[in-house]
């Protein structure tokens, strides 16, 4: 494609996305859709300069003033990834001028805004949980996220599908904590591969494969994954599972499990079962009542944990928000808390780094549920050799510790879980 061409396409795709009507991968897709005579290069500049100018809006909109022509025009030359000679060739004089003079700012001169590149309404609340580790995160947040694999080791090893990678030229190596993940650098193509194809590894954060760990799901039990989305985590559980006992997969969209359906397929996996559920009060819900074994929550929550892959979250949120999506989460919680059984496991999980949805959820529930336990995450995860496995977790106000992963100390996602164990009632005990 032309340069002046692509640049006016990056242009109309950072227009149609600051619209921020729908999540920025969905109009980043939808649009591909509607210009299928894209390449897979221009696919590429464009949807990164799209999440560049969303990591940068602040710095961008601060900068853009300056120069002419539409604003959307302005914010794609700032955020254009590519040559820098090829972006040039699509510019007037006027403008290579104005890109020069922008490109000269340092960073030390800008205002603290300018360089975080966050809502006033979040800077707080990681500046005080992270202390001086804040400009770190702000950093690894605006540099995007590398590609973990988690191999389904129900069919196959991890030293196998390095070597099957290695041959197609794709350099992964293990992940340091969980041990069926690999790491990828770059973003090649995998969907087409034999290895995909044949259900031997799916794309997974590091972090949300050590959620999956916690639950520590065994053989023959009877689990639920009680918000399982698109089901990257069920398919983790199920394969710990060895595709015996029984998994069901809970989820208030329809949709999303019927996406999860190939991917199920691919896994060979036998003990799954996807239900569409009304809300976490539903009759399916009732029915399990002190019948399971063990429930993960991953509870939806803001997503703040993942704006290195998600940038336009952190616009798209507000504490408006966060405190809605807070007593959503406590409802879910004691919902699926009901379904344990007296030894039962449950873990609380989200993908957002505020002490709102995390720890404060967590508290509460303790203090209100004195039948459940809470359990020290740093202790499970070193029961399952997880290296470093202290380094994972922070001290929770109970004694317990609970899951804290951070893009900049651990290289994934930001995760926080919490898990409890459902007391043996006073009556069994007298059984007993």
Known sequence: MHPKALLDACAELVRLTLRFEHPADATVSRFFRDHK???????????????????KKLLFDHLAPSGSGPKERRLAILGFYGPGDFLRSALTDQEKNWLDACEKVKPDDLMERHRHNLPEWLVQPLKDQLGGDFWPLVEQ?????????RVNDFKAKRADVQKVLAASGIKALPTPYSPWGLRIAGKPALNK??????????VQDEGSQILAMLLDAKRGEMVVDFCAGAGG???????????????????TSAHRLDSFKPRMARSGLSNV??????????DRVKRLSGKIDRVLV?????????????????????PQSVQEMAVLQAAILQSASRLLKAGGRLVYATCSLLPQENEDIAQAFSAANPSFEPLDAANILLGLKVADAASLCAGGAEGSQYLRLWPQRHATDGFFAAVWQKKQSVNAGLDA
Request: hydrophobic fraction near 40%; glycine fraction near 10%; proline fraction near 5%.
């Open 141 to 149: 947040m605006n540099q995007g996220a590398g590609l973990d694999l």
């Open 233 to 251: 985590k069920t398919l983790a559980i199920g394969a710990c599972m060895r595709s015996t006992g029984r998994l069901y997969a809970f989820d």
């Open 273 to 282: 079962h996807p239900a569409a559920i009304a809300h976490e009060r539903d």
């Open 298 to 318: 991953d509870a939806p929550c803001s997503g703040l944990g993942t704006l290195r892959r998600n940038p336009d979250l952190k616009w798209r949120q507000s």
């Open 37 to 55: 005579g894209l390449g897979p290069r221009e696919r590429a500049t464009m949807a990164e300069t799209v999440f560049t100018v969303l990591r």
């Open 193 to 202: 591969h034999e290895a995909f194809l044949r259900g031997d590894f799916e």
